[in-house]
């Protein structure tokens, strides 16, 4: 079920019955009925075989904790697809409505066009046969009523395309803001997991085509449940928006900055180096835990947060999904090794080798 189809449900005589079964759901599941929770189970229950439905599916039964950071994962991968889509599909519908217009146009001015040729070709034969300059008179006064009127018709289909013309490029400017915020994670203006996931394809491709180098860092907060079982939620949210914060200055083009789940981020270095890459990190590592960060809402002061990271460059053939696999066992080894660190995933390879 579409996100367009959920809101017409939910305004429909099955309304109340939706929402009951997803309330229902969700505490039979021990899940909180936060707005994105049942956002996310309106979804479900609305259509369980859909792709949602059967990622939700999947981790119920999983018994795996339904956590806020799995929350934010589906909406940021399914939720934000939804809304494009649904959006796609009302500028199709703008499209159409203006694609028909310009044909409309086209066709008026064609037939116009023939009319005032018609005009001529009369007016040309009267020419031939009049006699008299009355005659003549009378053919030019004809010939000058039908100009004017092709003129006016003219004028008046410019007009008509020159404001189709603004309505579609009124709907490109809005279609890219839609697609920006579809690839944007709302917490952190961060690239979101979805955008995160064709970046990296990407960039694996391209360095796979040209034999530059790929790094894949991934950076998770340390002992953040603790953080936001002892400040709570908002105060954690604070805490992923400025490492995010952080992570987002140094993230420059062609580098990319994402959130990638709950308090783990991601940065792609294409074409640079495994020592940049460490460098960089180090710097991060070290610029996020010399903060004295404090509770805005009551100026406690929270003490300093540090981060750990893990790093793996592209090997030939990689596929995303291995390189991922190696960065994070690089970032396990950096929270193994006391956290507040960065490794770098070779040296992994020569622990494993030894
Ligand atoms: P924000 O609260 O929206 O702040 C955005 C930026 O405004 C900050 O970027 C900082 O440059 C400036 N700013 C805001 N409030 C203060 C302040 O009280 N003192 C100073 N010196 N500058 C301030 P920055 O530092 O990169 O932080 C990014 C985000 O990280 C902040 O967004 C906030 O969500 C979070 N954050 C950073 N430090 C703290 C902190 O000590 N406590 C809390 N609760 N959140 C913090």
């Not at 806020?68 to 940021?76: F, K």
């Not at 008026?108 to 003549?136: C, F, H, M, P, R």
């Not at 990638?260 to 710097?283: C, K, M, R, S, W």
């Not at 929270?335 to 660190?341: A, D, L, P």
Request: glycine share 6%; net charge negative.
């Amino acid at each position: 079920m579409s996100n367009r189809r959920i809101e017409t449900a939910i305004r429909g005589p099955q309304a109340y019955e939706l929402a009951r079964r997803a309330l229902e759901q969700m505490q039979a599941a021990g899940v909180w009925p936060t707005p994105l929770n049942f956002e996310l189970w309106l979804h479900y229950v609305g259509d369980p075989q859909g792709a949602l439905g059967q990622e939700i599916e999947r981790l119920l039964s999983n018994r795996q904790p339904f956590s806020e950071a799995a929350a934010e994962d589906l909406a940021a991968r399914y939720l934000s697809l939804t809304r494009l889509s649904d959006e796609i599909c009302d500028a199709g519908a703008v499209l159409n409505r203006e694609l028909s217009t310009v044909s409309q146009v086209i066709a008026d001015a064609q037939s116009s066009q023939k009319a005032y040729g018609e005009t001529l070709a009369v007016a040309s034969n009267q020419i031939e046969t009049a006699e008299a300059a009355d005659g003549l008179a009378s053919v030019v006064r004809s010939l000058s009523a039908a100009t004017e009127k092709v003129g006016g018709e003219t004028a008046a289909l410019e007009r008509r395309l020159e404001d189709s013309v603004q309505e579609v490029s009124r709907l490109r400017a809005h279609l890219e803001l839609v697609r920006r915020d579809a690839m944007t994670d709302a917490l952190t203006s961060l690239a979101n997991r979805k955008a995160f996931d064709e970046t990296l394809e990407q960039a694996c491709a391209e360095a796979g085509r040209s034999g530059a180098p790929l790094t894949l860092a991934v950076i998770d907060i340390d002992h953040f449940k603790r953080f936001n079982d002892t400040w709570g939620h908002q105060t954690g949210d604070q805490v992923i928006r400025y490492v995010a914060s952080v992570l987002g200055r140094i993230a420059k083009v062609p580098r990319t900055a994402a959130r990638y789940g709950g308090e783990e981020f991601a940065l792609i270095f294409p074409g640079e180096t495994p020592e940049v890459v460490a460098d960089a990190l180090n710097q991060v590592c070290k610029e996020i835990a010399s903060r004295q960060l404090r509770r805005r809402s009551t100026n406690h002061d929270l003490g300093t947060v540090t981060v750990s990271a893990g790093f793996a460059s592209l090997r030939a053939d990689e596929a995303p999904t291995a390189l991922i696999e190696r960065a994070d066992q690089a970032l396990y080894a950096s929270k193994r090794g006391g956290r507040n660190r960065v490794t770098d995933a070779r040296l992994l390879d020569g622990q494993q080798a030894a």
